[in-house]
């Protein structure tokens, strides 16, 4: 087995909590119509599933209705001014992050986020100059659970799959991984609906805490 030698995070649900921010988009485009708060919850349910599905969450709104696209092109342009107000790492994140860099592993991130939104934010929270990448749809023409982004990442940093471990809070980053050839970790932290299980998709590990990976990188550096 080689060794591990990068981490790659999803960013929405597994590297960053950025639901505050969508529900505050939503929260605000109901208050701008004269609609009543939701529960927040409705939105962080669905956050795996973008834009689209929040919206929908948001305002009872179905797709093929006439109302949606207005509702959804507005609702990322007020996420676009307002993408990094209250994300932030998840409690473990940037003490993992620290054990990653000072085993002198490479990290990065692999995501289905538009880079207009994933790269603002990278950097605001500093967090841009210390990944060794950041691959978003930009920059593939397929995106996860295709293996594609997966593949890309392996060849900027010059690494086997084998020698990567990749996390996601959704089925479609195990895939993507698996596809790949990467190690999987599916973490429960994450945007998961109330109706899915990590333990069903079929990832190397699961992990309840970020630092519940001090454990399983441990063991995958010294190769026993």
Known sequence: ???????LFDMD???LDSAPDFIAVSQAMRQARGLPAIDPQRVADVVSGGARAMVAAAFDCPPDSAEFEVLRLEFLERYQQGCAVFTRPYDGIPELLADIEKSKLLWGVV??????????????LGLAERSAL?????????????PEPMLLACSKLGLQPGEILFLGDDLRDIESGRAAGTRTAAVSWGYIHP????GNWGADVVVDHPLELRKVLDQALCSC
Do not use: S, W, Y
Not at 1 to 7: G, P, Q, S, T
Not at 195 to 198: G, K, L, R, S, T
């Open 1 to 7: 087995m080689l060794r591990i030698r990068a981490v």
């Open 13 to 15: 649900g597994t590297l």
């Open 111 to 124: 995501t289905n986020k538009p880079l207009r939104f994933a790269e603002p934010i990278m950097q605001q």
């Open 134 to 146: 950041l691959i978003c749809p930009d920059h593939v023409k397929r995106t996860k659970p295709d």
């Open 195 to 198: 109706d899915d299980n990590p």
